[in-house]
């Protein structure tokens, strides 16, 4: 089955305390990208990957980093969270750099950080 | 800036009645539009899509959605909800790029 699989579904964890969310698409797209939605403000872009070691920011990077060094896996990294950063994440992929299809959305991940 | 608008934030109806939600983005040349639902607990599914071609689009689960060019709106309708539509509703857009642009969404809830 086609799909973006993230993990964990649920964290919670202390401030500083660095932590990575995982994303893996199994469909050999080419663009990946993390959202975190709050309330009230949708859907905001993190960071995207157009290919293999190919990444730029999107609207709210701070506090965050990515890599990818696997067309398949684009992980979001916080090396140090601080409570703002408490949200759900998503993780999108899509085909190619136009999203003529629309995007693929993993399933979230809901991120405490008390 | 590139933005798009959703001005219905909260909306309830009762099961049976008609749908339209608003959908607003600035102006940006060639624009490619979706509408994403995220049912509670879930993540966002894509409902419909317009690249170009006949302005009114058809999605699934009965849902359309018409673009206006003239009023930048592509605005999502139903002529009939049911209790199972209730969710939240996202419109999105591409400006020429691959970055896709949200709106802050539209909670809907359906009443039996």
């Known amino acids: 089955e086609a799909q973006v699989t993230q993990n964990p579904r649920y964290l919670i964890t202390v401030t500083g305390k660095k932590l990575t969310v995982t994303c893996s698409q199994n469909?050999?797209?080419?663009?990946m990208s993390w959202y975190r939605q709050d309330p009230g403000l949708g859907l905001r872009q993190i960071y995207y990957?157009?290919?293999?070691?190919?990444?730029d920011k999107g609207d709210v990077p701070e506090g965050y980093k990515v890599s990818r060094k696997e067309k398949r896996n684009f992980p979001l990294i916080l090396e140090s969270p601080s409570p703002n950063q408490t949200s759900l994440y998503f993780c999108?992929?899509?085909?190619?750099?136009?999203?003529?299809?629309?995007?693929?959305f993993g399933s979230g991940t809901r991120l405490t950080v008390v | 800036a590139q933005s798009v608008s959703q001005h219905n934030h909260h909306v309830i109806l009762s099961e049976a009645a008609s749908l339209e939600l608003g959908c607003n983005y600035s102006?940006?040349?060639?624009?490619?539009l979706f509408w994403y639902v995220q049912y509670p607990g879930q993540h966002l599914q894509l409902l419909l899509k317009?690249?170009?071609?006949?302005?009114l689009v058809k999605g699934i689960k009965g849902f359309e959605a018409e673009f206006i060019k003239s009023k930048f709106s592509f605005n999502l309708r139903k002529p009939s909800v049911q209790w199972s539509d209730t969710a939240e509703y996202f419109c999105?857009?591409?400006?020429?790029?691959?970055?896709?642009?949200f709106g802050t969404g539209t909670r809907l809830q359906v009443f039996p």
């Open positions: 999108a992929s899509s085909p190619s750099r136009v999203a003529v299809a629309g995007y693929t």
């Open positions: 469909m050999n797209h080419e663009y």
């Open positions: 990957s157009m290919n293999v070691e190919v990444t």
């Open positions: 102006y940006g040349g060639t624009v490619n």
């Open positions: 317009y690249f170009s071609g006949d302005p």
């Open positions: 999105a857009v591409i400006y020429n790029t691959d970055k896709l642009i």
